[in-house]
Every structure is written in C-alpha cells, then in structure tokens.
C-alpha cells in the first residue's frame, strides 16, 4: 500500500505542476487575442481588410476556452450540484470517489470523440489561412478533454490520499 501512496503522491505532485503551467499559457492566449482584436480594429480604421484576424482570434479563444474549463475542473470551479453534500457533508465524502469516476467516464468519452471530428476536419482549411487546417481547432478540445482526464485521476488520488479536505473544495 506503501508503494501505491508513494506513486499517488508523485502523480499529484506532477499534475501540480502541469496545472500550474496552464495559467500562464492562458495569459499568453488571452494577451494574443486581445492584439488580434487591436490589430482588427487598427485595420478597419486604416481601411485595410484584415480578415484571418478574426479566425485566427476565434482559434485563440477556443483554445481559452477549454484550457481554461480544464483550468477550472482542476480547481473544482466548475458548476455542480452540491445539495447532497451542503444537507449530508458525510455522504457527500463517501460519493466524492463516485462523482470523480462518473466525471472520468464522461470526460474520457468526449476526449475520444474529439479524435473523430479532429480526423474529419483535418483535410479542409480555413478560408483565410489556407496554410492552416480546421483540425487545429479540434486540437483544442482533445487537450482540454485530455487535460481534464489527467486531472480527474489526480482527483482520485488525492481522495485516496485524503488531501481533498472537503467535497467541492478544490485541493
């Protein structure tokens, strides 16, 4: 048992740190979308047609979006129902671990989902970057969906471990 704790605390320690990388990399996209969004209205005013800004900025925020719902779903910020556990905190504790394998089960779905509409999309490209294929941005929900994925095992371990301190509290 020693040796499963051992490896769970690791686990934890690397998803730590794999999340912590995340907010800086949404920094980043969100400081991107925010130039594309000055560089479309620079244009505009110098009557000059920019339009891959507008589906290069719609990539952007795809990709906030579901790194950031990843983002969320480590901290378990995402919208649940709670009423179980605010009325019954004890049997709130004891579904923690159902909740977290129902949440794997429903994430791991959609992620191998995501491969089927990114294969499909691959061959076609955007309309103002020809060079750049619409896979890209099916690309982003099978990050996010893996992220979450990754994230729902560092759950069950920190459960097992008995890190979580309260069910809904992030960790």
Same mark, same amino acid.
């Given at each position: 048992?020693?040796?499963? $704790?051992?490896?769970?605390?690791?686990?934890?320690?690397? %998803? $730590?740190?794999?999340?912590?990388?995340?907010?800086?990399?949404?920094?980043? &996209?969100?400081?991107?979308?925010?130039? !594309?969004?000055? #560089?479309?209205?620079?244009?505009?005013?110098?009557?000059?047609? !920019?339009?891959?800004? +507008?589906?290069?900025?719609?990539? %952007?925020?795809?990709?906030?979006?579901?790194?950031?719902? =990843? =983002?969320?779903?480590? $901290?378990? &910020?995402?919208?649940?129902?709670?009423? %179980?556990?605010?009325? /019954?905190?004890? &049997?709130?504790?004891?579904?923690?671990?159902?909740?977290?394998?129902?949440?794997?089960?429903?994430?791991?779905?959609? /992620?191998?989902? =995501?491969?089927?509409?990114?294969? *499909? *999309?691959?061959?076609?490209?955007?309309?103002?970057? @020809?060079?750049?294929?619409?896979?890209? /941005?099916?690309?982003? /929900?099978? #990050?996010?969906?893996? !992220?979450?994925?990754?994230? =729902?095992?560092?759950? #069950?371990?920190?459960?097992? &471990?008995?890190?979580?301190? +309260?069910? @809904?509290?992030?960790?």
């Amino acid at each position: 048992m020693k040796a499963i $704790d051992a490896i769970a605390r690791f686990y934890v320690r690397v %998803v $730590d740190g794999l999340a912590r990388l995340i907010s800086p990399v949404l920094g980043a &996209l969100f400081i991107l979308l925010a130039g !594309l969004v000055v #560089l479309q209205i620079l244009g505009r005013m110098a009557r000059v047609s !920019l339009p891959w800004t +507008e589906e290069l900025g719609r990539m %952007v925020f795809i990709y906030i979006i579901y790194l950031g719902a =990843s =983002s969320a779903y480590y $901290d378990k &910020l995402m919208i649940t129902i709670d009423t %179980v556990p605010e009325i /019954f905190p004890r &049997l709130g504790r004891i579904l923690q671990p159902l909740v977290a394998v129902t949440s794997f089960l429903i994430v791991s779905f959609l /992620f191998v989902a =995501s491969f089927s509409i990114m294969r *499909s *999309s691959w061959n076609t490209s955007l309309a103002t970057l @020809g060079w750049v294929s619409n896979g890209w /941005f099916y690309v982003a /929900f099978a #990050l996010g969906f893996g !992220l979450m994925i990754v994230y =729902s095992v560092a759950h #069950l371990a920190k459960w097992h &471990l008995k890190l979580d301190r +309260e069910p @809904g509290a992030p960790a």
